[in-house]
């Protein structure tokens, strides 16, 4: 039987609470187009690469636009969302997650960052946390968005450790399928409506404890 080696963290309405900041700048984007964009329906889009969420907006709003276009506007949704992020401050970490980290590696495990965000190491610069991840696994990384597990898969590499020992935590849907499809255990953060396919779900990483972790194994 496999005992727990490593946390998996997602960034993104894991560690920070950016995923708001997504959602303004993709509503604003939608707005600009002439769409409303809804909350419920930015659910779609979390944990999902920058392209792959405006082509799910585009398909909401009715939209068709050539290849250069669509790249014009990931880029325009992106300026925005940078702006969103430049001032960020340690006060948006969320609640528990540098506690948690910092537990964790006493425990003796090892902590890895597997997000789809390109703009990762700006936000963990900003929130000062680089130095709480043994690995960390970016958008400028990848080559395949999750669902598929690529991003779990290296951060378990990087660690050299199997898949099979690994926990991820995740808020998103794609990225709970992403964690299953990489034979890895995975605890949701958010609500169970949500995230039906995690193994735990809970609302933050202030409410979960190692001895959660280990009773998964
Ligand atoms: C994920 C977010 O972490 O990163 C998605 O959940 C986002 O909403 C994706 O689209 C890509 O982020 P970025 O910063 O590279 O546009
Ligand atoms: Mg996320």
């Given at each position: ?7 998996l ?17 993709w509503r ?15 659910e779609?889009?979390k ?15 009715g ?19 940078v ?16 506690e ?9 495990l ?18 000062g ?6 690995s ?61 396919d ?5 609302p ?7 001895e959660?972790i280990?009773?998964?194994?």
């Amino acid at each position: 039987m496999s005992t727990v080696r490593a946390c998996l963290f997602d960034l993104d309405g894991v560690i920070v609470d950016t995923a708001k900041y997504h959602f303004l700048a993709w509503r604003r984007l939608a707005q600009e187009l002439g769409f409303e964009f809804t909350k419920e329906q930015n659910e779609r889009l979390k944990g999902v690469s920058r392209m792959q969420s405006l082509e799910i907006l585009l398909e909401i709003g009715g939209k068709t636009f050539s290849q250069n276009v669509k790249e014009e506007l990931a880029a325009k949704k992106n300026l925005w969302y940078v702006e969103y992020i430049t001032t960020m401050k340690q006060n948006e970490i969320l609640p528990g997650a540098a506690e948690f980290l910092l537990s964790v590696r006493q425990a003796g495990l090892q902590t890895a960052l597997g997000s789809a965000s390109k703009n990762a190491m700006t936000i963990l610069h900003n929130v000062g946390l680089v130095s709480y991840f043994d690995s960390i696994i970016d958008g400028t990384k990848t080559a395949k968005a999750k669902p598929d597990p690529e991003v779990f898969l290296l951060c378990a590499k990087e660690l050299n450790v199997d898949p099979a020992t690994c926990v991820v935590f995740e808020d998103a849907k794609a990225g709970i399928e992403a964690a299953r499809n990489a034979g890895m255990h995975c605890i949701g953060i958010g609500t169970k409506e949500d995230l039906p396919d995690a193994d735990l779900v809970v609302p933050s990483l202030a409410s979960i404890t190692l001895e959660q972790i280990t009773q998964l194994f």
